[in-house]
């Protein structure tokens, strides 16, 4: 894996965790966005999807090009995808709106148009945990990644959807899945053929 590969995952669940603090210093007031808190930390989650983006290409390379890997890569790359949209949609109604009530109306226009909701915030986003979870299923078979990293990557997305506020924990959880790749570089990657072969 190369060093921009390991760069990637760990930059990501970092950016993915920055947004999730600057999401609780905003909310101190009791109420989310607009404002330079809000549209900071959306930017900070919006390049930590490119790096997500990244970092799943080079997971499906290192688990090898077969039915499991190419489903995750592509499933999480869906994922990718429709937060993009969605967070970009949020900057966006973060910067036109002068109050977090006619933020909130102008996303609830975007979202009345027919099947943006159940692409965009229902189903998509949860296409990109389902992505890692596929690619660190098999990185795990292969021995390289520890066999409990689908398992954080699962606590991660129950708890980020379940409660918002624990996204900084969540990241957290996905630095210690993918920490054996970013850590041990080019001998874990150099390993990882020989292990498929024996699979």
């Known amino acids: 894996m190369t060093t921009t590969a390991q760069r990637s995952l760990l930059w990501g669940p970092l ?47 290192a688990a090898g090009s077969g039915l499991w890997s190419s489903a995750g890569s592509w499933t999480g790359g869906a994922g990718v995808v429709a937060l993009a949209v969605q967070f970009s949609v949020d900057i966006t109604t973060g910067l036109m709106a002068d109050s977090h009530t006619e933020m909130a109306e102008l996303t609830g226009g975007f979202q009345s148009v027919p099947g943006v909701e159940f692409a965009f915030y229902l189903v998509g986003p949860l296409l990109f945990f389902v992505g890692q979870l596929l690619l660190t299923g098999r990185l795990a078979a292969l ?57």
């Open 15 to 61: 950016l993915f965790g920055a947004y999730g603090v600057i999401r609780l210093l905003d909310g101190l007031d009791g109420v989310k966005g607009p404002g330079l808190a809000w549209t900071t930390g959306h930017l900070c989650f919006l390049a930590g999807l490119v790096f997500f983006a990244q970092g799943f290409a080079a997971m499906r390379k």
């Open 143 to 199: 021995r390289a990644l520890a066999p409990w990293a689908p398992v954080l990557v699962l606590a991660t997305s129950l708890l980020t959807s379940a409660f918002k506020d624990l996204i900084p924990l969540g990241a957290v959880l996905l630095l210690l899945s993918y920490a054996p790749l970013w850590r041990t570089g080019a001998s874990r990657a150099s390993a990882v053929p020989s292990l498929r072969a024996r699979t």
